[in-house]
């Protein structure tokens, strides 16, 4: 009786972590072009925070992935839970700084950004860690209810910003930080306790000694970062492809709450879809759902249609969100796990940073419809690598 207790507290636990997670990703991402176009930015210019951000991420993740897999390391709860704390400060300098000056402004915010891309694979493994210690963790159930708080999180600041000002953006940023940071030190996490042979054998490993132990993985990594460049660019510059379409940021908001809710059923009923067809197919299904929406974002000309290209949110964010999870902690070892994860999170913020950098360049030198066709490309591109490569 008192372990199921522990376990369903557990995912309640998880589903807030995930929650709050979510909420920073609606104010900080899909929001971002709306806040620092208002503060004097270009395109461009947020298209390098975007990358700069991305750059910073990728670039630390990995090192303190490897650091986190030592069983010397401190737990991952730790790690995660200083990392909220800083973006907390940061995001309470950006209310500060507002419409002060546009550099501090970019500076800061994206400071946020980077911790909100850094925090991805350490999010996941803490519910992934204590799955593979045996808890009852639905994890697929917690992501979807982050999705839930994130779809309704982007429907406020939608309804907010037309009347409160695009200081509700970073007000919310420094608000979901700080919830999320007592949510990760509440959540009873505990580091995985290695064997003998384990410990021997924990010594950290470079890039080149884990890709070559794992070298079908990496081409796959190439062809997820491929989609997530073809889906930052879209979720990246959503606002000036809805101005095209005839909206604004009402409909900024409106837009990203329909994709929170379409892409949930997926994410609840992955474990019986697991039964039904192993984490390759899925993987490969995701791929060519999220090409479909590129294409259909490029060729649509009205907020209509484009309202009816969100479908494909569902087979495509709404599997890609979760399906890698799962694909790394199948096909990676134990040992690994972290780096795994790690490695697949930087295929995010990778495809952010090409898009960031090549997204708003794209929108000033030649138009949206220039950025939509790069986007298609780099979708189909990657639909096609992991048609190819994701294993069974």
Known sequence: MKSQTVNRSLTASYSLVQSFYWINFSSAIAFSSVYLLDCGLTSAQIGMIMAASGITAAVVQPIVAAYADRPTAPSLKMIVAVTCFAALLMGIAVCAAHRRSPFLTGLLFGGCVAALQFLLPFINSLGTEMLNQGYSLNWGLSRGIGSIVYAAASCLLGILVPRSGVIAIPVCIALGYGVLTFCVWRYPFQKRALTDAEERKAEPSSPAVFFKEYPRFLIVL??????????????????????????????????????????IPPMLLFARMLKKAGCGFWFKICGAAIALKSIGTLLVSSMGALYAVQLFQMLGWGLISIVPVYYVNQVIRAKDAIKGQAYMAMTYTIGSVLASLGGGALIDLAGVNAMLFAAAGSGLAGAVVICIFAER
């Open 222 to 263: 190439a062809g997820t970062a491929m989609l997530y460049v073809s889906h930052a660019l879209i979720n990246t510059f959503l606002y000036q492809i809805i101005q095209t379409k005839g909206g604004g940021s009402a409909e900024v908001g409106l837009i990203t709450s329909m994709c929170g809710l379409i892409e």
